[in-house]
């Protein structure tokens, strides 16, 4: 795979600026009780590309926003997805050991504290949300639509919906519309919610904002496809966590139930609808439009 | 005992009304998909005395605000509790199979489902926040820094870390400090944050937030004391869930490490504390004052 140099360092400056971020707002371990926000950091620094709060930076630089003055929404959305990988390994869950290289956190810290840490992680996201600055475009009222969004997409009509019909299927009974019912819930909303995030608070119409969903949209179908594929195909020390993972718990995935070239060409579709979304904001939109081209080309 | 009847008749009323406001916000079972609505349902309606948001409501009252305004930041609180029971029950937390007199919800439900139900009732608790109206003393930045308080109260340095520790503890390392601090933080900050709910969307000064917020600290304190009182000497029938469960979980109690005459002393206490806290707005505080006197003489 060749990517462009260029934006795999821009992508990687601009994950270090929310690592920084995301060290400022947790709680250091030496905070009572320590296991709880060792837990916590266990987690949400145990790697991880930060494509949520990433996007929705992305979103507000597009739409001339001041992406500073949201940071602490944008981690909200990584706390949310690190909580939901937490839980999602859990034994009565998924059962995985290794997560981005390295022991999942029950398997650290035993599964009473692994099920608070996401519970902490979770509650935190919403208290993080209040922390932005009322400044410019930020206001009362787009911080509030901000929580409401999340909450939404995070809740039983997004990530939680999408995680209990990935439990109760299994690959014998699902159709293609249960598998997208999954995915579009599982990892769409969450990214639909971080463009969202970046353009409610850049005080966006909503033309902009309808842009930057459909935007989001393909963008998460294009890359929960690649996960089924790289799961299928990859490599497990580049992935950091096991392949076959879904064959062995028996999950419905795009190239089982298509082929892996059909599968293949779909992440493309995906890809380029998702770039067409934002063609019209030009060179403005070229971090965005690289990060799908990323998203569908990724070994890892 | 004696109860106050009128009071009695008074919280039952109080109670149906959250009841009636909760089933509106609950999504219906027919939802898809629906394991995880019944599995939400069953553990909001197993019962229980939807202390928090009536507190919340009263709280309004007190300081003329509009109580009809906030009832979806009410209902959230109880959402939360709820949740936290949820958690607290699973086999890798406390492991009880009966609350309220109900099967908990992973003994209906199945581990995977009650962690997200959990999951989702936390989330969608944030979500009902924001659907409160804007008018009169309700404004975004009230609501705002609602969520604010309510996901500290619920978070680490609350809810979520006297658990934790409730957790790692055990009845032979445990001394009165910490004793309290699971206390102050399990079941405090959540009482605690209902007032204050209550108090900042009247629009209340700081004075009467800081009574509101000393009558929650004390009333918390008085309600935990009694609840290990009836865990030692209550009936399982009346109460709805085994008995003597912080005995046979190895769990410090105000009893066991104070002897019951104290233990029941220091609720009258609180008790006290508690009432002097509200005793300036005359008769407008009489069901704040009467419940206080529930909370320590009641035997479920």
Request: aromatic share 6%.
């Amino acid at each position: 795979m060749i990517y462009n140099l260029d934006f795999l360092n821009e992508l990687k400056r601009r994950s270090n600026d929310v690592n920084t971020a995301l060290d400022r707002y947790l709680p250091e371990v030496s905070a009572y009780p320590g296991v709880i926000y060792e837990a916590m950091r266990h987690s949400v620094f145990a790697g991880g590309k930060r494509l949520r709060p990433v996007l929705a930076l992305a979103a507000s630089e597009v739409l001339d926003g001041s992406p500073d003055d949201i940071i602490p929404a944008a981690c909200a959305l990584e706390l949310i997805h690190t909580y939901s990988l937490i839980h999602d390994d859990l034994p009565a869950m998924d059962n995985d050991d290794l997560r981005r290289g390295q022991p999942t956190c029950h398997k650290k810290f035993g599964e009473a504290i692994a099920i608070l840490a996401g519970d902490a992680l979770l509650t935190l996201a919403f208290n993080l949300i209040t922390r932005c600055a009322r400044v410019g475009s930020v206001t009362s009222d787009g911080l509030l639509t901000v929580v409401a969004e999340i909450s939404e997409a995070a809740g039983v009509y997004g990530l939680v919906g999408g995680q209990v019909l990935d439990i109760i299927s299994s690959s014998e009974n699902i159709d293609a519309e249960s598998l997208e019912y999954i995915h579009r819930n599982k990892t769409g909303a969450m990214y639909r919610a971080s463009l969202r995030t970046g353009a409610i608070l850049s005080g966006a119409g909503g033309k902009d904002r309808q842009s930057l969903t459909q935007y989001a949209e393909h963008l998460g179908m294009a890359f929960q496809i690649t996960d089924d594929i790289l799961d299928l195909l990859g490599d497990e020390k580049t992935i950091g966590k096991p392949v076959k993972s879904d064959i062995k718990n028996n999950k419905a995935t795009y190239p089982a139930l298509f082929g892996l070239n059909e599968a293949r060409r779909m992440a493309a579709d995906e890809a380029e609808n998702s770039i067409r979304c934002v063609s019209q904001y030009g060179e403005k939109a070229d971090f965005l439009i690289e990060l799908v081209k990323f998203v569908i080309q990724r070994s890892y």
